[in-house]
T-cell receptor, first 111, second 118 residues
Framework: AQSVTQLDSHVSVSEGTPVLLRCNYSSSYSPSLFWYVQHPNKGLQLLLKYTSAATLVKGINGFEAEFKKSETSFHLTKPSAHMSDAAEYFCVVSVYNDMRFGAGTRLTVKP | GAVVSQHPSRVICKSGTSVKIECRSLDFQATTMFWYRQFPKQSLMLMATSNEGSKATYEQGVEKDKFLINHASLTLSTLTVTSAHPEDSSFYIC??????????????FGNGTRLTVT
């Protein structure tokens, strides 16, 4: 079965500085990979997805992620953090409808 | 874009009563919907997969008699927490995707239901 590891439980950045949220996956098959964001007491919103097309994926709100098969990674980045980016972020790996969630990374943005 | 509506957003109930949570796909038909439970500061735990017109598939350790799932139409799935107890207090989230999911289709999530059992 596939699995996903988010390497940092908490990331803190200053507003205007780059964001890097790390995700590594494990899968015996070619996976689909997703990043979701969750604000407090809300559901999950899809940021971006990788489904075997371009390895550099652009999402909403200026986020992007790069699929690196050799490193089994799918790190999420953003050039410049905004206060509104503070939230919980989940990396998800999916194979044939079997979705596995990472433990989540809480992003804090300092003014 | 696809929208999933979950209702209610918050519910407080007394121990021993039952609570029903609804999950609707507003602009697409969802053959499959998923129910998750999320504990504070933790990730989502898949409880069950809801299949339209058939019985739900429950994950190991989830009591099917306690968490009743009904998926009577292509746009509505319900989760009923029966005889609720304080330990059932949690954040419940549903998700759905258009049509038959291939694993490539991203799921769309409801806004969740905060259940508090007193």
């Amino acid at each position: 079965a596939q699995s996903v590891t988010q390497l940092d439980s908490h990331v803190s950045v200053s507003e205007g500085t780059p964001v890097l949220l790390r995700c590594n996956y494990s899968s015996s098959y070619s996976p689909s990979l997703f990043w979701y964001v969750q604000h407090p007491n809300k559901g999950l919103q899809l940021l971006l997805k990788y489904t075997s097309a371009a390895t550099l994926v652009k999402g909403i709100n200026g986020f992007e992620a790069e699929f690196k098969k050799s490193e089994t990674s799918f790190h999420l980045t953003k050039p410049s953090a905004h206060m509104s980016d503070a939230a919980e972020y989940f990396c998800v790996v999916s194979v044939y409808n079997d979705m596995r969630f990472g433990a989540g990374t809480r992003l804090t943005v300092k003014p | 874009g696809a929208v999933v509506s979950q209702h209610p957003s918050r519910v407080i109930c007394k121990s021993g009563t039952s609570v029903k949570i609804e999950c609707r796909s507003l602009d697409f038909q969802a053959t499959t919907m998923f129910w998750y439970r999320q504990f504070p500061k933790q990730s989502l735990m898949l409880m069950a997969t809801s299949n339209e017109g058939s019985k739900a598939t429950y994950e190991q350790g989830v009591e099917k008699d306690k968490f009743l799932i009904n998926h009577a139409s292509l746009t509505l799935s319900t989760l009923t927490v029966t005889s609720a107890h304080p330990e059932d207090s949690s954040f419940y989230i549903c998700s759905a995707g258009p049509g038959h999911l291939s694993g490539n289709s991203p799921l769309h999530f409801g806004n969740g239901t905060r259940l508090t059992v007193t």
